[in-house]
């Protein structure tokens, strides 16, 4: 696997690529690889012939007090995972060669409705800046195929939405969440978790299925079974974000007629913000 740091190096080996005839899969990241990335370039490999992953820590999606100088920078570590994953191309650019002119001067990209609610809420211009940087990396992969962790389903959905509406020639393939053996999502932010925290993190994803059983059980309402899952949190010690029911196309609310519906909660357990979800189809 070769790595690379800039657009004209990422340009010539796309153009080989291209004039060979071969299907081109991209894994965007910010590294601190788990298995979870590593699943997305697995799959990636079931259907593209050279896959690109990058690695780029985005300033322009971190708010004021969020945690961007203390996110890890692990990228020798990141690079061994990915070579034996058999990525065949690991594109590491730096601020400056993303942002040339600055933060203050990039243009921006805003996918309006799906990216205001949740997460949108919670942090306000993170989704900003996912959809710039994506859009950006897009433009310089110029890609066949993306492939992006469920587990982020809001942030699917905003790049989904944003491809849709801006006519990008790029297939969104969203890959299913992987788990711990106790359930809790794979994610970079659980190493800031300390020992008994990891132990009760695994309650965002037993809510979860509470809930989607009570949802399915049709017994409670939407509201009760939401309520519920919030007291579930509280008590174990998470200060809670949100807990939302949600259509799975439009991550509006969900009424008592939707089929396709979506859990989504973020939570804190100390400054550790945790999210997770699960779909189900009602009957």
């Given at each position: 696997?070769?790595?690379?740091?800039?657009?004209?190096?990422?340009?010539?080996?796309?153009?080989?690529?291209?004039?060979?005839?071969?299907?081109?899969?991209?894994?965007?990241?910010?590294?601190?690889?788990?298995?979870?990335?590593?699943?997305?370039?697995?799959?990636?490999?079931?259907?593209?012939?050279?896959?690109?992953s990058?690695?780029?820590?985005?300033?322009?999606?971190?708010?004021?007090?969020?945690?961007?100088?203390?996110?890890?920078?692990?990228?020798?570590?990141?690079s061994e995972k990915?070579?034996?994953?058999?990525?065949?191309?690991?594109?590491?650019?730096?601020?400056?060669?993303?942002?040339?002119?600055?933060?203050?001067?990039?243009?921006?990209?805003?996918?309006?409705?799906?990216?205001?609610?949740?997460?949108?809420?919670?942090?306000?211009?993170?989704?900003?800046?996912?959809?710039?940087?994506?859009?950006?990396l897009?433009?310089?992969?110029?890609?066949?195929?993306?492939?992006?962790?469920?587990?982020?389903?809001?942030?699917?959905?905003?790049?989904?939405?944003?491809?849709?509406?801006?006519?990008?020639?790029?297939?969104?393939?969203?890959?299913?969440?992987?788990?711990?053996?106790?359930?809790?999502?794979?994610?970079?932010?659980?190493?800031y978790l300390?020992e008994?925290?990891?132990?009760?993190?695994?309650?965002?994803?037993?809510?979860?299925?509470?809930?989607?059983?009570?949802?399915?059980?049709?017994?409670l309402?939407?509201?009760?079974?939401?309520?519920?899952?919030?007291?579930?949190?509280?008590?174990?010690?998470?200060k809670?974000?949100?807990?939302?029911?949600?259509?799975?196309?439009?991550?509006?609310?969900?009424?008592?007629?939707?089929?396709?519906?979506?859990?989504?909660?973020?939570?804190?357990?100390?400054?550790?913000?945790?999210?997770?979800?699960?779909?189900?189809?009602?009957?």
């Amino acid at each position: 696997m070769n790595t690379i740091h800039t657009l004209n190096e990422l340009r010539s080996i796309v153009k080989a690529q291209r004039a060979a005839n071969r299907r081109i899969g991209f894994v965007p990241t910010m590294g601190n690889l788990h298995e979870g990335h590593i699943r997305l370039v697995e799959v990636a490999r079931e259907t593209c012939d050279f896959i690109i992953s990058s690695i780029f820590v985005n300033p322009l999606q971190f708010g004021a007090h969020e945690d961007l100088d203390a996110y890890p920078r692990t990228l020798p570590q990141d690079s061994e995972k990915l070579a034996a994953a058999k990525c065949n191309l690991l594109f590491a650019p730096s601020v400056s060669e993303m942002y040339p002119e600055g933060m203050d001067k990039q243009t921006r990209v805003i996918v309006p409705d799906v990216s205001e609610l949740h997460c949108g809420t919670s942090r306000p211009g993170h989704f900003e800046g996912v959809a710039t940087v994506v859009t950006m990396l897009f433009n310089m992969v110029q890609p066949d195929r993306a492939f992006f962790g469920e587990k982020d389903y809001q942030q699917l959905a905003v790049i989904r939405k944003m491809a849709r509406d801006l006519r990008l020639p790029i297939d969104i393939i969203g890959v299913p969440t992987v788990r711990e053996t106790d359930g809790l999502a794979k994610s970079s932010r659980n190493g800031y978790l300390s020992e008994s925290q990891r132990q009760t993190a695994v309650t965002v994803f037993k809510a979860l299925q509470h809930a989607a059983q009570a949802i399915k059980d049709n017994k409670l309402t939407l509201d009760s079974i939401t309520e519920q899952a919030q007291k579930t949190l509280a008590e174990a010690g998470f200060k809670n974000d949100y807990f939302n029911i949600v259509n799975s196309q439009t991550l509006k609310p969900a009424t008592e007629n939707d089929k396709e519906v979506t859990l989504l909660v973020a939570a804190y357990l100390g400054s550790t913000r945790l999210i997770d979800n699960i779909s189900l189809t009602r009957e």
